[in-house]
Every structure is written in structure tokens, then in C-alpha cells.
């Protein structure tokens, strides 16, 4: 039971902050699981202590609240604690940024001693990284994790950085759920007794806290026990405490999303075929249909529509003139039934939509590697999406384990975007400078994120658009020193121009 009766979501509501209800709600069935766990708390990123104020009413006497902040506002956070009933003893001020943690704290002395770590703060890969090696000196083996902005596009590196993490150091934690932009992790051997309960008590528990409860998604993928997904309570998927990946509905495209397709074939200054794996009822079809030059095919798998259904479909769309090939086989046989070397670097875009986790998903990637051309693009559904973790978990691993095969140039409305590495400079330049044009002819407005990692040229996060940040947004937002824009040879403008008027 938390420490103060006053803590509710009405109080923490009047506190300025991001936190939500739903993490709120997550928060407090967690908390309330941690009832026999004893250890101290550290929070990076407070602002004006939102969701401390949640830690601060769990706390009982004698844990500590360390909390670190670039600008630590004392006052704010005293009074949001104040609000909520909960004491203002032991708490460890750490104003400045999280890198200087480690030379501030004993940690060894902490070893083992924080049951509740929340990271909020910088959100880059280098950071992150950072911030992950210091929660693996700290946390308690019975504690919780907690990385904010995961799986999202404003910050594609914060996720990314922490799957490179948790590949790299498979003993240090385990990520047991996504849920409402939060990742959550603990120590591998406590995950089991988390998921039990999240399979169990838990939905009732967040329910009995305020919100409308969630719709959570079981992941399969190749390594057993895959992170627990959880979304907003939706009514299609039918049951508040139950599903799996194979529930959800289907995944129509949104319109920002065609647009954003669009837009990149347009950057592309390629032809050549299409793949649409997993074509649903043609809607991604019929936009790649259109993409098509004289002499490309479209190939086209379903598990479940026929050829047959999908050719109506697409007439019934507006595409008569192209005529679909179905590709023979599933994923894993697709490279022994079709002809590699007709198809050798002859292929633009392959979207992949289905049997998207473990061996079927790296089959087709394994695939897309031997045909797709220099500046060919691969696009993934369900990344970064809180349905699938799978999805964002295998790809990750996939690009670490197959570094020259593609690179993630990009994320938006819960795609990926990969490309050739060679082709890296030229699509990342693209978001940079002609992306938002195309996007706007193409009756799309999005804000283009860019957070840096420990790479040279992460991948940037396609968003709704957003007019405090403007069409270009992130730590490093000037677009003269992304990658070759500043490099680009003098006489590129005229060239371009000879491009154009095509002499
Ligand atoms: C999104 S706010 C935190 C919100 C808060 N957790 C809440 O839910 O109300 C992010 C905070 O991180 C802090 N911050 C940014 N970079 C940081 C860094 N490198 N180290 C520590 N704090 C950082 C900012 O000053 C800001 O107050």
C-alpha cells in the first residue's frame, strides 16, 4: 500500500508534467506488486516532479529519492511531494546532467539498493547507453526499470540504443513490457514472476487506480517469454486482460503513412520491382502498383487473400493495368523458389507485413538482402509498435547481426524505414532537405525528428507535425552538418539542375 492515502491521479494531474494516466495507472499496480521489496528510489528527468510525485507516495520511511535533473528545481519538486501527502525527508538532490552520476555517487555502496528507477532525461543513445550501465551497477533484483519515450519516433534512438544494451548484456536486464511509451525492465530472473502477474492481477489492479484498463498483447518471437504490449483499452481487440499479436486488428494504413510512402519513393531515383509481403487487402498494393515503371513487376504474398481476391481488390481500387505475381512459397522459401539472380539488385521497395516475428521476419530480410537495388528500401510494419515488441526486438537484432546487409534510416507512424548501408548519407540527407517538400505535395506535414547515438548517422523519427518543434526538430537540428549536406561538392546544385531540365 503507498505511504500516502492523498496520492491520486486528480493531484498528480495539477502537477505540470508528461506523465499520463495510463503510466499512472501502470505505475501504481506495479508499485503496489513491489509491496514486499525494499530499496531506494533514483528518478533522471524531473522537471517539476509529475511522476516523482507518484514514487514520493510510495516510499516508506528511511528509503531514499535520488533525483537528478540538468536544473534541479527544488522548490517545484517540494511542493508537488507536498501535494500529494508524501515527505520530503531523505531525499538526495542531484542537480546537473546524469553522465556526472557516476562520479557523484558511491556505487558501489548502492549496489543492489534501488527498487525503482525511472530514466526521463536526455532521451539520446550515448546518454541512454550511459544511463543503462549505471541502473546495472544499482538496481535491486527485485526492482524496476523504467525508460520513458520508448518506441518513439521523436527519440529513435533512445529505443535502438536500449536493444543494443539488453543484446549486449543479456545477464543485466530483461525488458518484460512496452506500455503507453515506457519501457519496462528488471532483472532477468524476476521477469517471470512479473509477467505471471501481469497475465493475472494486474489488469484489475490498474483498473481499481483510475484508468480504463489496457489492451495487452502477448509477443512470441524466437526468444522465449517475449515482452508484454500494452495499448490503450480498444474495444475491436474485445478483452482488457487478454490477446496476442494475432489479435489485432487489421493494420490499415494510415494516411500519414501513405503519404510518407509517397514521399520516399519520390526520394528514391530508382525503378525497378516491388515486393508487397503481407498485402492484406491491397491497400499498400495499390499505392506500389502506382510506383511501377514499364518494365517492373509487382510481386505480391498473402497468407490468407488469393491472387485472385487480390486482383479484384485492386480494380476495385482503380489498378487495372498492372497485374500482380504471387510469390511461391512461404517467407522461408522464397529465396529456393524464386530466380535470385534475375531479381539481383532489381528491386525498389519491398514492404514486409506479416509473419513478422522470429525466423519468418529475418527469412524475408534475408531475402530482401538479395534483392534489393543500391537505393531500394525496405519498410517494416509494426515497428515501434507496443502490439508487436517482437517486431522492434528482432529487426534491431537483425540490423546489429547483418551490419552490412541495411541500415534504419528512419521511423514514422509505426514503420521502418532500412536502406543500403552505402545509401545511408543520401536517404538521411533526403529527410533532411527535400523529404518535407515531397511530404506536403503528397497532402502529408510531419515533424522529423533527429536524435543522435553512439553512430554517426542514426535514423530520424517521422511525427504527427508539431508547431513548437517545427518541420525539423532535435539536439542536433541543424541540417547543415547532417551527414553529406555540408560534404556535397560544389558544383551538386548545377548538376542537379542539368537533372531536372534533363540535359
Ligand atoms: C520530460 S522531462 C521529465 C518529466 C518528468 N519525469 C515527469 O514525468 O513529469 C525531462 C527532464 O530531463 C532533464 N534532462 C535533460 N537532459 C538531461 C540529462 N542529460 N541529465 C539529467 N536530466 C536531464 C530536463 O531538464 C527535464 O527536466
Given at each position: 500500500m503507498p505511504a500516502s492515502t492523498a496520492l491520486t491521479w486528480e493531484r498528480i494531474s495539477a502537477i505540470p508534467g508528461w506523465f499520463t494516466i495510463s503510466s499512472y495507472g501502470v505505475w501504481r499496480a506495479l508499485l503496489d506488486f513491489q509491496e514486499d521489496v525494499r530499496g531506494d528510489v533514483l528518478e533522471i528527468?524531473?522537471?517539476?516532479g509529475r511522476s516523482t510525485a507518484v514514487l514520493a507516495g510510495y516510499r516508506r520511511p528511511g528509503e531514499k529519492l535520488y533525483l537528478c535533473d540538468l536544473n534541479l528545481d527544488e522548490g517545484a519538486v517540494h511542493s508537488a511531494l507536498r501535494s500529494v501527502g508524501a515527505s520530503t525527508d531523505d531525499l538526495v538532490p542531484l542537480s546537473g546532467p546524469s553522465a556526472g552520476l557516476e562520479g557523484r555517487l558511491n556505487l558501489s555502496a548502492m549496489r543492489d539498493s534501488i527498487r525503482w528507477m525511472h530514466i526521463d532525461g536526455e532521451h539520446t543513445g550515448a546518454t541512454v547507453s550511459r544511463e543503462l550501465a549505471l541502473a546495472n551497477r544499482v538496481l535491486h533484483p527485485d526492482g524496476i526499470l523504467v525508460i520513458d519515450d520508448f518506441f518513439s519516433p521523436r527519440y529513435p534512438a533512445n529505443t535502438t540504443e536500449t536493444m543494443r544494451y539488453l543484446d549486449r548484456h543479456p545477464l543485466a536486464f530483461r525488458l518484460f513490457a512496452v506500455a503507453f511509451n515506457k519501457a519496462y525492465l528488471c532483472r532477468p530472473p524476476y521477469a517471470e514472476r512479473l509477467v505471471t502477474y501481469l497475465r493475472g492481477a494486474f489488469p484489475a489492479v490498474l483498473r481499481s487506480h483510475g484508468p480504463r484498463g489496457a489492451s495487452i498483447y502477448w509477443s512470441g518471437g524466437p526468444w522465449a517469454g517475449g515482452p508484454v504490449g500494452m495499448v490503450n483499452y480498444q474495444e475491436a481487440v474485445g478483452s482488457p486482460t487478454a490477446g496476442s499479436g494475432g489479435t489485432a486488428p487489421p493494420g490499415w494504413l494510415t494516411s500519414q503513412t501513405l503519404a510518407t510512402w509517397r514521399a520516399l519513393l519520390d526520394g528514391q531515383r530508382e525503378t525497378g520491382d516491388v515486393f508487397d509481403i503481407g498485402?492484406?487487402?491491397g491497400q499498400s498494393t495499390a499505392l506500389l502498383a502506382?510506383?511501377?515503371?514499364?518494365?517492373d513487376t509487382l510481386h505480391v504474398w498473402d497468407p490468407e487473400i488469393s491472387i485472385e481476391r487480390l486482383r479484384e481488390y485492386l480494380v476495385h481500387a482503380g489498378v487495372t493495368e498492372v497485374s500482380p505475381v504471387a510469390v511461391p512459397g512461404r517467407p522461408r522459401e522464397f529465396e529456393s523458389r524464386m530466380d535470385l539472380r534475375a531479381l539481383h539488385a532489381r528491386v525498389r521497395w519491398l514492404h514486409l507485413d506479416s509473419e513478422r516475428v522470429g525466423s519468418d521476419l529475418v527469412a524475408t530480410l534475408e531475402f530482401a538482402d538479395r534483392v534489393i537495388g543500391p537505393r531500394g528500401i525496405v519498410a517494416v510494419s509494426d515497428f515501434f509498435s507496443a502490439r508487436r515488441p517482437a517486431v522492434t526486438i528482432d529487426l534491431v537484432k537483425f540490423l546489429d547481426q547483418n551490419p552490412f546487409a541495411f541500415r534504419l534510416f528512419a521511423t514514422g507512424f509505426e514503420m521502418a524505414y532500412l536502406c543500403r548501408p552505402e545509401a545511408m548519407p543520401h536517404f538521411v540527407d533526403y529527410m533532411a532537405v527535400g523529404f518535407g517538400r515531397a511530404l506536403a505535395r503528397h497532402g502529408g506535414k510531419a515533424t522529423i525528428y533527429k536524435t543522435t547515438g553512439p553512430w554517426d548517422d542514426d535514423a530520424v523519427g517521422i511525427a504527427e507535425y508539431n508547431d513548437v518543434d517545427g518541420p525539423i526538430a532535435g539536439p542536433d537540428d541543424r541540417q547543415h552538418i547532417w551527414h553529406t549536406v555540408q560534404a556535397r561538392p560544389v558544383g551538386s546544385l548545377w548538376r542537379r539542375l542539368r537533372r531536372r531540365l534533363g540535359f
Open positions: 528527468g524531473i522537471w517539476r498485402t492484406r487487402m502506382g510506383a511501377l515503371g514499364a518494365t
